[in-house]
């Protein structure tokens, strides 16, 4: 620590001096500039000159982060792919390489240029996580380096949600059910990664990636010492992977990327009992969860106690691109989330309440799937007798009379609270962060037969 902030310290003073030293030297030549104009400047025509220039494709960088080009300037560019994955270079997005495999490498003429520009790989996420490179052509008045462009994207181009809306007639919610372990000991599963435009409140749709097509994933669930055999498709149009945090295998195996129309097996014993997630571990791995590449995978402790209902609810934050299109890696990176839901959709159950009895025993499992944000899970109007988190009990019913009112998670951690309704009514489920609950994270549980009123459930 003391000797990266030393070392900083030095950079920031040695960037100073040569601040100073680049600004008396600006002063100099600008006054030379107005004694001795440029020579030929005054009515020839402009030549077009070709600069050759090596580029290499890494993750996440394009090496030179810069190019210098003279006005009017082509450029023949080289272009490998010295990464693991896919990559292009594309000037504005559009013109130059095809997308290059791992060890590729193409060629590409382009200009002239008449004005500073940019090139990066349009793969979704890779220009935010760094692949862009500048080509800075030197101005008309010659003084040789263009002024950094402006930041054209300070707006952002995100979808918004209307918080006074309500979805569609027909529209179906995530079914919160969680059904018991399915019977013998070894679990056969085939997922697909595919990449498919999913509604997340209403009126408003992403470009999700997704596991079997649904945000969250497949919930998947076993004992402890079942074994899981899954079988991962890539149907998308990008790379994937998956990431069991229920097994013990090795990142680079299991765990490694896929291209599109390939397939793995994930092999796995469940040796330990936990509320997992399970996520694409594909880089940017923020982009490809934020984007809705998670789910959970539940291992049963021994002897769970019997209950009349059992549910699932994963949280998860939105950072929304624009309609019908992929999420925002930059709003990520700053973790400035748009909404933060449970199981994929704005204020799901507050649309649809979860219809339950008073004095039912009901046991929630809670998994925080972020990418980045904290969950305190919280029923107004309860008290969880029983609290479950990362494997051990917090919290089960004895003569001490304890009561827990907030399962506490951070990203990626699981749990599960029970819990009965006293009364008929409604009981509204909320992160306590409540700066949450005004964006997404709010649902109900409906005890009994209960009048709703104006403008919450009622579908
Ligand atoms: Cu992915």
Known sequence: MTETTKRSANVSATAWVAGVGLASMALLLAVIGLWFPRAGSAGSAPEVTVKEVSVTLTEFAVTP?????????????????????????????????????????????????????????TVPGHKESGMTMKINVATAAGAGTATAAAPAELASTGATIDPKAEPAADWTPYDPTLAPAPGGTVHDVEMHAIEKEVEVAPGVTQMMWTFDGKVPGTILRGKVGDLFNVTLINDGKIEHSIDFHASKVAWNDEMRSIKPGESLVYQFKADFAGAFMYHCGTAPALHHIGNGMYGAIIIDPPELAPVDHEYVIVQSELYLGANGKEGDLTKMLGENHDAVVFNGYYNQYKFKPIRVEPNERVRVWVIDDGPSENSAFHIV???????????????????????????????????????????????????????????????????????????????
């Open 381 to 459: 109007g309860t008290i969880f007798d029983t609290s479950w988190k990362e494997g051990t009990y917090l919290l089960r019913p004895d003569a001490r009379q304890g009561g827990s009112q907030v399962l506490d998670l951070q990203p990626a951690q699981g749990g599960f609270v029970e819990f009965s309704f006293a009364e008929a009514g409604l009981y509204p489920i909320v992160t306590h962060k409540f700066a949450n609950v005004g964006k997404g994270a709010l649902g109900l549980f409906q005890a009994g037969e209960v009048e709703m009123p104006a403008g919450g459930g009622g579908h």
């Open 65 to 121: 982060a810069q190019i210098d080009a003279e006005l009017g300037q082509k450029l023949t560019i080289t272009v490998k792919n010295d990464g693991k994955m896919e990559h292009d270079l594309k000037v504005g997005g559009t013109e130059g390489t095809k997308m290059l495999a791992p060890g590729a490498s193409e060629t590409i003429s382009v200009g002239p240029f008449e004005a500073s520009t940019e090139a990066w790989c």
